[in-house]
């Protein structure tokens, strides 16, 4: 039985720091465990301009202690007043490693988001062009289209036509919920992927809302049936490169996710890899669980793998982890699932 395990350092390929009062909180939460991750820009206001992802990245560097070591990769917000000549500046200086896409109104802070696609098509041929990665968050906005079908809908109706037009851009499906994108991602050539979440592998919709509402369980995409919470695991443990961990962690103040409208995202980034170590080792594939969360990734991105190395140790009981984190504005509640892991990172 695996009592330690030793893995190359990971990265986050999407993660939420938020700003302001919640960043020093945020980015070393997420350092702890993390090398890099791919940052996004769904602040308010958005991370539109070069010089906005300049500041913020500074923000971030200024908030992380001087004893830890991360590296945010930086993102712009894609907008149909987006510049082409500002992505291409940002991607070939390395200011930003990728370009997100929202569907406006798909998820927290997409307001500012793409409405009609055709208005991106000269922003999409040059990051075709220049090898610059698009990350989507792929669902539909239409409130005639059930919740649970947007993403599969998104696919059929907007992606795979993405994808025709511009056959060499490299495209993140991220977050995805469904068998339905884990089998259209296989079938895709080499310049699709996708990140799956810690939040999605672990729970389904019947953890969400049977026996009563849980609203920390609560996240856009929202999770789905059980067969394809399935089909996500069956993914990340077949080792295939098409698919890295990207965990969406995305702090939210309790009284904003436990209200009549309550906020849609999942805190992980404090307990992601062990949890990931328990679903990882029940499916006997902790010798997979290194390329979901570190070489992936980095490979998709065209970026190096870390050098650095982080331990795992299996204890004889459960570890326990802190419930809440304490903010200046109030309290964020851990996610967590509702299984227990006897993994924990060696600090």
């Not at 500074?58 to 149909?80: D, G, H, Q, V």
């Not at 077949?238 to 309550?262: I, R, Y």
Request: hydrophobic share 40%.
């Amino acid at each position: 039985m695996t009592k330690e395990l030793v893995i190359v350092r990971p990265d986050d390929w999407h993660l939420h720091l938020r700003d302001k009062d919640l960043l020093p909180i945020t980015v070393n939460e997420s350092a702890k465990s993390f090398a890099r991750a791919i940052i996004m820009p769904n602040l308010i206001p958005p991370i539109t301009k070069l010089i906005d992802a300049k500041n913020y990245k500074k923000r971030i560097m200024n908030a992380l202690k001087p004893n830890l070591s991360f590296n945010p990769l930086m993102t712009l917000y894609l907008t149909e007043e987006t510049e082409p000549t500002e992505v291409k500046e940002g991607f070939l200086s390395g200011v930003i490693s990728a370009v997100k896409l929202y569907p406006a109104g798909a998820t927290t802070n997409s307001q500012s988001g793409v409405r009609n696609f055709e208005k991106i098509k000269p922003i999409l041929e040059t990051m075709a062009e220049i090898g610059c990665p698009l990350c989507i968050h792929g669902e539909v906005t239409d409130t005639k289209i059930d919740i649970f079908d947007r993403e599969k809908v998104f696919i059929n109706t907007v992606l795979d036509k993405i994808r025709t037009d511009y056959p060499t851009l490299k495209v993140i499906m991220e977050h995805i919920t469904t068998k339905d994108a884990v089998d259209y991602v296989f079938s895709g050539n080499e310049n699709l992927a996708a990140t799956v979440t810690t939040h999605h592998l672990s729970i389904n919709r019947n953890d969400l809302l049977s026996g009563g509402i849980r609203p920390h369980f609560y996240c856009l995409p929202v999770v789905k049936r059980e067969i394809h919470r399935l089909a996500l695991l069956e993914a990340v443990v077949s080792g295939s490169p098409k698919f890295f961990l990207g965990t969406d962690s995305a702090p939210h103040l309790d009284h904003d996710k436990e209200s009549s409208c309550g906020c849609a995202g999942c805190f992980t980034a404090t307990n992601t890899l062990e949890i990931l170590a328990h679903i990882f080792e029940e499916q006997k594939a902790l010798d997979k669980l290194e390329l979901f969360t570190s070489i992936n990734g980095a490979k998709f991105y065209g970026k190096k793998i870390n050098s650095d190395k982080i331990k795992l140790i299996k204890k004889n009981k459960p570890v326990r982890f802190p419930e809440k984190i304490s903010t200046p504005n109030g309290e964020i509640t851990i996610f967590k699932p509702k299984f227990e892991t006897k993994w924990q990172v060696q600090v």
